[in-house]
């Protein structure tokens, strides 16, 4: 699926927000202890076997030329440190997404899985402290999940190669398979990034093979925003986990896009569907709470409603940010958390 157009942060860009098969994908993707590699005097985990040095990719701001494998990751973004990870590699430094809070899920098992401790992280309250990663002396910095590289390109490029998009509009529209194969190609793991979205794939496709009753199932989904209820599901959003689970959006899809995607409380009928979701990620800083939308005497008259076959897609464990920007790391997670929630909506429980 790919991000909107920031609908939803990731932790690292607002601070408000806050099935054994999943894992064993999760796993797969993350490698065996043997192989993570904290930085120092070995290759970064799994190097491919012919992966060819000199690398050169071009990038919104230039060419990005990574002379041989890279012995130390550096990161710019929560996204960034999820795609090391994936692909076994402990960063030499990341910025602290949590603020110092717990950790996700999904993170903790794939650091645990590598052996690791906490991460080595750099305060990004002000944005990227670059005087920490020139610390670090890395040999490679990712940058495929941020929105600042626009500013922080050029004080990085003197520090590092620096691997991200090829323009600048991708830091919204890349795909999370795509952002993960041009880090790997940098760092000369392009099949083990492979093996990681082989792996994530079966996850998603088991998952939907274990519950037919999914399928043709149409579905809503929204956001409670601090200005608005936002539908997510709209007609030109690409297909992410849900229809990749079988689901299909609703027919009032089509009358929503990036750019006209309020749903006013007079209009709360545009919510229906076989299945409807929501999530409210911002708290009480969100335009209502799930007590005040549930009492709102048009919602309770949805059918969907009335056949309790809705849910509230839970943000305190990071599952509606990781939801909105899915990658190699939280994918199989959210597939795992995510659908014993819509079981229970498809059965009306």
């Not at 956001?223 to 936002?230: F, G, L, N, R, S």
């Amino acid at each position: 699926m790919n991000r909107p157009a920031r609908p939803l942060a990731r932790p690292s860009a607002a601070r408000t927000l806050l099935a054994a098969v999943a894992c064993a994908a999760l796993l797969a993707g993350c490698g065996g202890k043997d192989e993570a590699r904290t930085g120092g005097d070995k290759p970064a985990a799994g190097a491919s076997a012919d992966a060819v040095f000199p690398v050169s990719l071009p990038n919104a701001w230039g060419t990005t030329k990574v002379e041989k494998k890279p012995l130390k990751v550096a990161t710019v973004s929560d996204g960034d440190t999820d795609i090391a990870l994936a692909l076994g590699i402990v960063p030499v430094i990341t910025p602290d997404a949590e603020d110092g809070g717990p950790v996700p899920e999904y993170k903790q098992r794939a650091l645990t899985k590598l052996g690791a401790g906490k991460l080595k992280q750099y305060d990004d309250t002000d944005g990227t402290d670059y005087e920490a990663i020139a610390a670090e002396a890395p040999d490679v910095i990712l940058g495929m999940n941020t929105w600042s590289m626009d500013t922080d390109y050029a004080k990085l490029a003197p520090i590092a190669p620096v691997v991200t998009f090829t323009d600048k509009a991708q830091a919204d529209t890349l795909t999370w398979q795509e952002r993960l194969k041009t880090a790997a190609k940098a760092l000369g793991m392009s099949a083990e990034a492979q093996k990681v979205i082989t792996a994530n794939e079966k996850a998603t496709a088991d998952a939907a093979a274990a519950h037919p009753e999914f399928k043709g199932k149409s579905y809503t989904y929204a956001v409670v925003h601090p200005e608005q209820i936002t539908f997510m599901s709209y007609a030109d959003q690409d297909p992410g986990v849900f229809e990749q689970l079988g689901f299909r959006k609703t027919d009032k899809a089509k009358n929503y896009k990036a750019d006209k995607n309020a749903v006013s409380l007079e209009n709360l009928d545009e919510l229906e569907a076989d299945v409807l979701l929501m999530t409210y990620p911002f708290g009480d800083n969100g335009l209502l709470s799930a007590k005040e939308l549930e009492s709102n005497k048009l919602f309770q008259s949805l059918q969907v409603v009335k056949g309790k076959h809705y849910t509230v897609i839970p943000s305190e464990n990071t599952l509606s940010s990781a939801v909105a920007y899915p990658d190699a790391l939280s994918a199989p997670w959210v597939v795992e958390k995510l659908t014993p929630l819509l079981a229970e909506a498809v059965a009306g429980k």
